[in-house]
C-alpha cells in the first residue's frame, strides 16, 4: 500500500509519546484513535480508487475524520 497520509503520528508529531501512552491507558482515547485509523483508511481507498465512493459520502467520512481529530486533539491538550 503506498503512503497514507493524515495518519495520527503525522498529524501530532510532537505527541508521539502522549498518543502512545493514552491508546495504552484510555479506553475512550484507544477507541478514538481506531475510528480515526478506520476512517482515515477508508479515505485513502476512495481517493486512491480502490474503493467507489459518492461525493457526498467522501464528504461526510471527511467531516467525521476532522471530528475524531478534534477529539483527540483535545485529549492531548487536557
Known amino acids: 500500500m503506498s503512503h497514507v497520509a493524515h495518519e495520527l ?3 501530532f508529531p510532537e ?3 502522549a ?7 484510555n479506553a475512550h ?8 485509523h478506520e476512517v482515515n ?3 485513502h481507498r ?5 474503493a467507489p465512493a459518492s461525493d457526498e459520502a ?3 467520512l471527511k ?3 476532522l471530528h475524531l481529530k478534534d477529539q483527540i486533539a483535545a485529549m492531548l491538550a487536557a
Do not use: P, V
Not at 482515547?29 to 480515526?36: I, P, S, V
Open 41 to 43: 483508511r477508508e479515505l
Open 58 to 60: 467522501t464528504e461526510d
Open 19 to 25: 498518543l502512545h501512552a493514552l491508546k495504552l491507558s
Open 46 to 50: 476512495i481517493e486512491s480508487g480502490i
Open 29 to 36: 482515547f484507544a477507541k478514538l484513535a481506531d475510528d480515526y
Open 63 to 65: 467531516k467525521k475524520r
Open 9 to 11: 503520528h503525522e498529524e
Open 15 to 17: 505527541a508521539a509519546g
